[in-house]
């Protein structure tokens, strides 16, 4: 558990980086646990990277759930430390901004399973938004299957009938495990409209970041609590896999860069390059830095780089 002293220290953090660069009070669901920025036509880059000084008893892992962030974030930012051993006084790279994912929609839910984030798109008051949160997927062979479902049905406190598949490799189990400590989906869970996925929480919050499920969607408990109410029956869930996102910024290019775990993509140069052809088209020259973008493909840390800008007249 974390001491009321590291969530205010903490929170204070998101705050004053929001309100510096996205004006986070204008959302209406501004919460410690859920990140919620205010859209905008001029953007697709929101919040900024920053460094926290770790307490004597911080691991990577308690760093990464206090600010919303999953396991693989947390470790490509931070490849020279170790995860799980904490030590007093290390500065920790907390990658706090993302890039919006290109294939996003106007309303509901964006899964990227490649970067292992649920993004929420939603209108308010005559405002645009988004919430995000790490979440956790399907292990190889079981990863979520790309496309479009709707929500089908939510529940407070299920109860998970386990599937067939999953007896069959784990026979001790029983058909059915109530709701309380012991069961996987934790608290709530969205079940989706094809198959048996679910978007829901968990009882093992490590495994948020990671691939550790049979194609379901894990999210930390406190992140799927406040969702829960804000999601209605019949949304949509638009399942993707983009390890690398292009962003603008300020008249500035930037690149986010995830592990193409799946081998889905081909050359990412192109990926991106052709990305920088079709802006160039449309508004300008620009001015590619070729060492940055190099350096991002190959670091893969899922921090934003700035990668190019319009040319000078």
Not at 32 to 37: K, V
Not at 53 to 59: H, I, L, Q, W, Y
Not at 73 to 81: C, E, G, H, K
Not at 264 to 293: C, H, K, Q
């Amino acid at each position: 558990m974390f001491s009321d002293k590291k969530v205010l220290k903490r929170t204070r953090i998101l705050f004053l980086e929001a309100v510096a660069f996205i004006g986070i009070l204008l959302c209406p669901y501004s919460s410690w646990a859920l990140r919620c920025f205010t859209l905008s036509p001029d953007t697709t880059l929101y919040g900024t990277p920053r460094w926290v000084e770790a307490n004597e008893e911080d691991t990577l892992l308690d760093i990464a759930r206090d600010l919303g962030l999953g396991y693989n974030q947390i470790i490509a930012a931070n490849p020279v430390l170790d995860p799980w051993v904490p030590v007093k006084g290390n500065l920790v790279l907390v990658p706090l901004a993302v890039v919006l994912p290109q294939e996003r929609i106007s309303s509901g839910i964006v899964v990227n399973l490649a970067e292992m984030r649920l993004y929420y798109f939603f209108s308010n008051g005559g405002h645009d938004y988004f919430i995000t949160a790490p979440i956790g997927i399907g292990t190889e062979g079981f990863l979520t299957k790309l496309g479009s479902y709707k929500i089908k049905s939510k529940t407070a406190n299920p109860t998970w009938v386990v599937p067939e598949s999953i007896r069959k490799a784990e026979p001790d189990l029983p058909a059915e495990v109530p709701p309380g400590p012991d069961n996987p989906l934790g608290d709530y869970a969205f079940r989706l409209s094809e198959l048996q996925y679910a978007i829901h929480g968990t009882n093992k919050p490590w495994g948020i970041g990671r691939r550790v499920s049979h194609g379901c969607i894990r999210m930390y408990p406190e992140d799927v609590a406040e969702l829960y109410p804000m999601i209605a029956v019949g949304t949509t869930v638009h399942v993707i896999y983009e390890p690398i996102k292009v962003g603008w910024r300020e008249g500035q290019c930037w690149v986010q860069i995830f592990d193409d775990f799946d081998n889905r993509i081909g050359n990412p140069v192109w990926n991106v390059m052709e990305e920088l052809f079709n802006y160039e088209t449309a508004t300008g020259p620009l001015e590619v830095d070729f060492s940055a973008l190099v350096r991002a493909l190959k670091d893969k840390t899922g921090v934003p780089v700035a990668v190019a800008r319009p040319k000078k007249p």
